[in-house]
């Protein structure tokens, strides 16, 4: 906790309550985000909504977590991951992230960015919906 923030000035910002909308103002405004969920077999066969909004605003993402969600930020490059409460590994890859040049992280971010457009917009999901339901119907 104290440790990790004074090794590498890292701060976190908790930020209260907002909807969704301006959820994507306050992340345009992020450096990285960071996403994590304890371990858990069904935690690690889910992708958590904030991933996908991570994952829409551009930005770097540091995830610790397991299963699926990893999978997806590390496969895409738009993060680095760490399993699930390795608290030795999530400092490792905030180093990792803090001294990247600007340039890969801003590519990190645009690998989120372009994975969220191919996979998770809304309306790509509901055409998906629909068509398995028509399939599963037919």
């Known amino acids: 906790g104290a440790e990790l923030a004074s090794n590498c000035a890292l701060a ?12 994507m103002i306050v992340l345009a405004q992020a450096s ?3 996403v ?3 371990k858990g077999e069904m935690l690690s066969q889910t992708i958590p909504t904030k991933l996908q909004a991570y994952l829409a605003s551009g930005r770097p993402i540091l995830a610790s977590l ?7 930020v590390t496969a895409a490059g738009a993060g680095l ?3 699930a409460e390795d608290v030795e590994g999530l400092a490792r890859n905030v180093r990792r992230l803090m001294a990247m040049e600007e340039e890969a992280r801003l590519r990190m971010g645009e690998a989120g960015r372009i994975l969220f457009q191919q996979q998770f ?4 999901l509901a055409e ?11």
């Open 12 to 23: 976190l910002v908790a930020a209260p309550c907002v909807v969704y909308v301006r959820v």
């Open 32 to 34: 990285a985000t960071l």
């Open 36 to 38: 994590s969920l304890t």
């Open 66 to 72: 397991d299963g699926w969600a990893a999978e997806l």
């Open 81 to 83: 991951a760490s399993p």
């Open 121 to 124: 917009r809304p309306d790509t």
């Open 128 to 138: 998906r919906l629909v068509a398995r339901l028509r399939q599963l119907l037919a």
